[in-house]
């Protein structure tokens, strides 16, 4: 049975993932989470896989986190990497071999810290698994609560997904799209959270006259964004292709790609066979997504499959700079075509294009949509500790439920 404590609750996060350094994008939306909880509501321990270069014990900001180990430490190939997961898991057979070592050891490392919890909170839906044998391994009468982040939603078989919801109780959607999926699979007891926006990072000053010149900008192009994963999701090479067209029309902009995975190749090939060396920037993986966006005229997220709530796109509108988004998925249900960002169909790089030259050629339609962006950032909980306050009150109603 479990009791409502009496004191700050002590809520665990056991997560595939979790920064390993300042500003690590690994995991960062799973870190923004458990800081905005920590600051008002709970204390917060976390269970994330090790890395090559992190400690076994740390702490971030007052959450402490614990990581565990599964294989010869420099040789650790499931957990984080250029494409997560199951990009691991497709490219490595070591990452396949040492899959069931990954799980053994969450579950033990979880068994050591779920005694100590009101809460445990599962972050993507296989850690289910793990945790639910660790709750069983110590009689602990711990609520099980699961945020599914949208990709397990999208790529794992519905029989699992429907096994791992039998097992815990209750779950917080983070968009429109995952509340769908769970009401698809006659699921009800949930919440829709958002993950909130790391205001301090974002609110961060910056030079951007020596940041440009860092990068070699022309300080009078027009810079474009795009930030986030080189992968079919995201849709990148749209984007280069889009860049081709804005060439022809001898427009002076900069194109920065900050990211990395499986199409990362493919991309620096069209960039060279465009010859776009001289426009479009490859800049890797960047801990300083602040810098970028304080530098940028405009940013695209150009998924074909889904934008709701893609988390460069919170992070844009929430540093003034419009958006282009694909009109896919859920998109129209939460973001409205020159309101609050600019909307272009899927896989069409001339239309992503003409979306640029309109947004260069006119300074008010770049305000209304700025402007239209941080009221819907507000009206969804993007900003402040809302998601953060309706997390710690459906934990409550999970240990009451349980009284």
């Known amino acids: 049975m479990s009791v409502i404590p009496d004191k700050r609750m002590k809520v665990l996060f056991v997560t595939t993932s979790f920064p390993r350094f300042p500003d690590d994008y690994a995991g960062s939306f799973v870190y923004r989470f458990a800081l905005y909880l920590q600051k008002e509501f709970c204390d917060v321990t976390v269970v994330a896989p090790d890395d090559k270069e992190s400690a076994e014990a740390e702490e971030f900001n007052g959450i402490l986190v614990r990581r565990f180990k599964y294989y010869f430490k420099k040789y650790q190939k499931v957990a984080y990497g250029n494409g997560g997961i199951l990009a691991n898991l497709r ?6 071999l040492q899959l069931p070592f990954f799980l053994i050891a969450m579950t033990f490392k979880t068994t050591r810290e779920i005694r100590n919890c009101d809460i445990v909170h599962c972050h993507w839906l296989p850690v289910v698994f793990p945790v639910f044998l660790a709750k069983k391994l110590t009689f602990s009468s711990a609520p099980i609560v699961l945020t599914n982040w949208g990709s397990d939603t999208r790529l794992l078989p519905l029989w699992l997904q429907r096994f791992a919801l039998k097992l815990v109780n209750g779950c917080i959607s983070t968009a429109q799209e995952t509340d769908q999926h769970l009401l698809r699979l006659n699921y009800t007891n ?23 010149n860092e990068l070699d900008i022309d300080p009078g192009a027009t810079v474009i964004s795009f930030i986030g994963r080189l992968n079919y999701f995201k849709d990148p ?4 292709h889009a860049c081709e067209f804005l060439k022809k029309k001898d427009f002076n902009f900069s194109a920065l790609i900050a990211g990395g995975g499986d199409l990362e190749n493919e991309c620096r090939e069209e960039i060279k066979k465009s010859d776009l060396q001289n426009m479009v920037k490859m800049l890797g993986f960047r801990k300083d997504t ?12 150009i998924s074909p499959i889904e934008n709701t709530w893609a988390t460069v796109i919170a992070e844009a509108m929430y540093c ?67 998601s953060a306050r309706k997390t710690y009150d459906f934990y409550i109603r999970m240990l009451k439920k349980d009284e």
């Open 290 to 301: 602040e810098s970028l966006l304080a530098i940028s005229d405009m940013a695209v997220h």
């Open 91 to 96: 490219t490595s057979l070591h990452a396949i």
């Open 190 to 212: 949930f919440i829709t959270a958002p993950s909130p926006i790391d205001e301090d990072k974002f609110s961060r000053q910056v030079d951007e006259v020596a940041f440009k």
């Open 320 to 386: 003034n700079v419009p958006m282009i988004i694909t009109d896919v998925g859920n998109t129209k249900s939460t973001f409205t075509h020159d309101l609050d960002c600019y909307l272009v169909p899927q896989n069409d790089p001339e239309s992503l294009s003409s979306a640029i030259e309109a947004l260069i050629n006119s300074a008010s339609l770049r305000d209304k949509i700025i402007s239209g962006g941080r009221k819907l950032l507000l009206k969804h909980g993007k900003i402040g500790n809302e």
């Open 237 to 240: 090479l749209t984007f280069i």
